[in-house]
């Protein structure tokens, strides 16, 4: 099962898929089965995978990242994409900001790799692909919608939130957003060859930054509304790939 390029979908953004036809598909792997759909985008094949499964059943220490990785190497895609859910550290950030990450900062702890019985250390300079980077960011030019090229993403391992105290260091740190499963799925793909690019969508300001409580409900219809513009956004990925 070959794809052209692959989607992740986050928190709030799986439930656009059903608003294309797809087929769905088991993806056998070395590290476990993963269920991916197969569809069509802007002219393309994609194979999308619900991070959190179908019925946001997993959180976000149970997912599996490997399988995942591994299934969009199998699937030889030229690039894979995906949507995480993410707090903002920044006040210029509001709620509905779209940024494509560029570094991360993984205090997740969970030490997931693909290496567990050999030594291989993977060169991390470049976290995200660039190459991917650029065909969305390229691709959002003919957009309404205001992407930040770049974004600094911190991890915790959650579920919980974070602490005001927390939200203070990892903003010293120099991280911009906070989530909990962008960099695990970064360090899969990256260690696995998979061309990855991660677009963060901000659905509250960091706890202690806001007035406002942190409700998860809120969260997902954010992510949702502007989860539908990103959906669109990489439809228009495919051509600009093809003219590059
Ligand atoms: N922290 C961690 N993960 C998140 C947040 C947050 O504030 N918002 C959405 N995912």
Known sequence: ???DFGLILGTGVSHHLDS???REVHVPTRFGQTEGLLFELGSAKWLGIRRHA??????????NYRAIAEAMRLAKVKACYATAAVGS???DWAVGTVAVCSDFIDLTFRNVTVFEDSVVHTPFDEPYCTKARGWLLKAATS???EVRPEAVYAATNGPRYETPAEVRMLKTLG???VGMTGTT???CMKELGVCYSCVGIVTNLAEGLSEQKINHREAEEIARNVGAQVFHLFGAVPSVALAS
Do not use: C, Q, T
């Open 1 to 3: 099962m070959l794809a």
């Open 20 to 22: 294309v036809s797809h």
């Open 54 to 63: 179908f019925g946001h059943k997993l959180p976000p220490h149970s997912i």
């Open 89 to 91: 550290l920044r006040a």
């Open 143 to 145: 957009f309404e919608l």
């Open 175 to 177: 991280a911009d957003i």
């Open 185 to 187: 799925e970064a360090i």
